[in-house]
Structure formats: structure tokens, C-alpha cells
């Protein structure tokens, strides 16, 4: 499987954002889907997951209600919507997908990997 996330940017404390992740081949439609995000100076922090049909969803607590994982398989895409930025939110996010549930994406060592889109929250 082939990641690319896109969507990151320089936007504003408040406004909202859409990341994307297309995936190639056909084991992506098969595969759970994640975002993590890597702060500067920080460790990388798992967000949301996504399974396969997007009947599942996982999110850590600190991004529950803001946001939002959703994907089209029709479009090879899982995206992660983010509002009420805040400048906390700065970072490298990355997309990746695995043969897991997600409710375990944040402990397994995850297989595919996307290179990482950048946003950054001014205040």
C-alpha cells in the first residue's frame, strides 16, 4: 500500500481543516486506515482510525469532538477533518494503514506509511 497525505497548510487558530490520505493498490480498501500527527521536538501521537468499511472508528481522547474520521473507498480516500484549530495543533500529520482493528492502531506497530503533510495553526 502506497500513502499520500495532502490538505495541510498555514490557516488560523479557529478556522477548520481537511487532511487527505489516497491510497494505492487494493489492499488499501481491505485496510484500516489511521492519522498520527508528530509535534516538533515531540513524540508521534496517534489521533483516529478508520476500519476498512468505515463502520469503526477509534480517536484518542484529546481529539474526540473536534475531530472527524471519515473515507471513500470509491476514491481510494480517508480523510481527517479538524476544526476549531488550535496552535497546540501544529505538526507533521501523517496517514497509515494495517491489517488491524482500529481500535489497536495506537499500540501495533503500523505497516504503511504516508511521507506526512504539514500544518501549522498560527494564533
Known amino acids: 500500500v502506497q500513502l499520500q497525505a495532502s490538505g495541510g497548510g498555514l490557516v488560523q487558530a479557529g478556522d477548520s481543516l481537511r487532511l487527505s490520505c489516497v491510497g494505492s493498490?487494493?489492499?488499501?480498501?481491505?485496510?484500516?486506515v489511521g492519522w498520527f500527527r508528530q509535534a516538533p521536538g515531540k513524540k508521534r501521537e496517534f489521533l483516529a482510525a478508520?476500519?476498512?468499511?468505515?463502520?469503526?472508528?477509534k480517536y484518542t481522547d484529546s481529539v474526540k469532538g473536534r475531530f472527524s474520521i471519515s473515507r471513500d473507498n470509491a476514491k481510494n480516500s480517508v480523510y481527517l477533518q479538524i476544526n476549531s484549530l488550535k496552535p497546540e495543533d501544529t505538526a507533521v500529520y501523517y496517514c497509515?494503514?494495517?491489517?488491524?482493528?482500529?481500535?489497536?492502531?495506537?499500540?501495533?506497530?503500523?505497516?504503511?506509511w504516508g511521507q506526512g503533510t504539514l500544518v501549522t495553526v498560527s494564533s
Open positions: 497509515a494503514a494495517d491489517r488491524v482493528p482500529p481500535s489497536v492502531f495506537a499500540i501495533v506497530t503500523i505497516t504503511w
Open positions: 493498490g487494493r489492499t488499501f480498501s481491505t485496510a484500516s
Open positions: 478508520i476500519n476498512y468499511s468505515g463502520s469503526s472508528t
